[in-house]
């Protein structure tokens, strides 16, 4: 017998509510059903009661197999370690309900959450409250050559970590949406590191406040394996008020970087390199994104290889719109200052164009093309000239079928420029 509590009971609720987005915090989806006292469901609550199988999160992981979920109830909860991997048809969930908080580490450990060497792993839902730990959230001590696979970190809250909020390290196929890091002491808000970290999305993610970046990449080649990140989708992201880069990506390529909303950053809005990686940028797609009043550039790529089709950008920072070395496809964006050699030389607009890019590109103030600027509004107004002035496909790759909000593109004649797509009134042609 696996376990030797509850056979003769079986607790079934069923959530009702609907789930909150992100930045209200962790929920479950509506109708979900849990019932506590299956073979496959391990409750774990710190109050006595029917729903309390276990009374630590850690010995309710500890017993849990390949297809199990493990239910965290409403509580203040000390850390947890996952060593045992799911598969990709049966996967190990652990989701905490509204209220499971984690205020303590892991027992012997400096980390709230710590997935180590496991693959097929969700976590899901959780408050970590990280002061005092190195970090809220790791999936870690795997290999490049050997990587962790199809890792799940979802609508977690993970605040103040005195290194990095989120910490991914040689996984491969992993998910990582709809979380919100934030006020990191000493790093980032959510950080995935060295080779072998391919194929990941970064999804609706909120990043703030953090000592260092929004996002940061790092495929660190003196710790094996190519050295790269690659196939990466960083996509509807919200990252702001971050003491440097909204997106720091030390030798990330062939990925594409879409529907992001990134401002107010102490740095540069996307920054593209080589340090520690093996390679640095080459064949990204940054389209649709909206980079406003980051203190930097709103795109800024060195050590540079080029091949990038960047469009349908709004790309309004304080030092410029889009600074390359390599080639690229560019078009459709909105922006002021340009350069070709990494900054070295920057150009007008009109310059920009003479060089064979941008025909289609224009010039905006931000109270022209945001409903409320000054309040942090980055939503198209009525009048916005990037309504409708964006394109589908650039140089063969289409623009993102829906906007940062969900809401499908096209809404008009054509799509918008930016993150936002401005939705059309059903009735007439209002917008």
């Not at 959530?15 to 930045?23: D, H, M, N, Q």
């Not at 696979?149 to 103040?160: A, P, T, Y």
Request: proline share 2%.
């Amino acid at each position: 017998m696996r376990r030797s509590f509850g056979r003769n009971r079986l607790l079934v609720l069923t959530l009702t509510g609907l789930a909150l987005s992100a930045s209200e915090g962790p929920a479950m989806g509506a109708g979900e059903v849990i019932r506590c006292g299956r073979a496959d469901t391990l409750c774990v609550d710190v109050d006595a009661g029917d729903q309390q199988e276990f009374r630590t999160i850690q010995a309710a992981v500890k017993r849990a197999r390949a297809g199990d979920t493990v239910v965290v109830f409403p509580g203040d909860y000390a850390g947890f370690r996952v060593t045992r991997s799911g598969t990709a048809k049966r996967r190990i969930v652990i989701v905490g309900r509204p209220g499971a908080r984690i205020t303590s580490p892991e027992s012997g450990g400096d980390e709230g959450i710590h997935l180590r060497r496991a693959s097929f792993v969700t976590v899901r839902g959780f408050e970590v409250l990280a002061q005092g730990m190195r970090r809220g959230i790791a999936a870690r001590d795997a290999r490049a050559n050997k990587p962790a696979r199809g890792i799940e970190i979802l609508d977690n809250v993970v605040i103040g970590a005195e290194s990095t909020n989120i910490y991914l390290s040689h996984v491969a196929e992993a998910l990582v949406a709809d979380n919100v890091a934030r006020d990191s002491r000493g790093s980032h808000g959510i950080y995935l590191a060295n080779a072998g970290s391919d194929d990941t999305e970064l999804r609706n993610n909120t990043c703030y406040g953090n000592a260092k970046n929004g996002i940061h990449f790092n495929g660190d080649a003196r710790l094996g394996g190519d050295g790269v990140h690659t196939g990466l989708v960083v996509d509807g992201n919200l990252l702001f008020d971050n003491a440097a880069n909204g997106l720091d990506a030390d030798g990330v390529r062939d990925s594409s970087f879409i529907n992001n909303v990134v401002h107010n950053n102490g740095r540069h809005g996307l920054r593209g390199f080589a340090i520690d990686a093996a390679a640095g940028p080459a064949n990204l797609v940054i389209a649709n994104n909206t980079f406003a009043d980051n203190r930097g550039w709103a795109v800024k790529l060195t050590q540079d290889d080029g091949g990038h089709t960047v469009f349908n950008n709004i790309l309004l920072s304080k030092t410029g719109s889009l600074a390359v070395e390599g080639d690229l496809a560019a078009d459709y964006n909105v922006g002021t200052r340009y350069s070709l050699d990494g900054e070295s030389t920057v150009t007008s607009l009109a310059g920009w164009r003479a060089a064979g890019h941008g025909m289609h590109s224009f010039q905006a103030t931000r109270n022209k093309l945001f409903t409320k600027a000054k309040k942090k509004d980055f939503t198209l107004k009525t009048s916005s000239p990037a309504v409708d002035a964006g394109i589908d496909r650039l140089a063969g790759t289409p623009a993102p079928r829906r906007a940062v909000d969900g809401v499908r593109r096209p809404q008009g004649s054509a799509e918008d420029i930016g993150a936002y797509e401005r939705v059309v009134a059903r009735l007439g042609v209002r917008r």
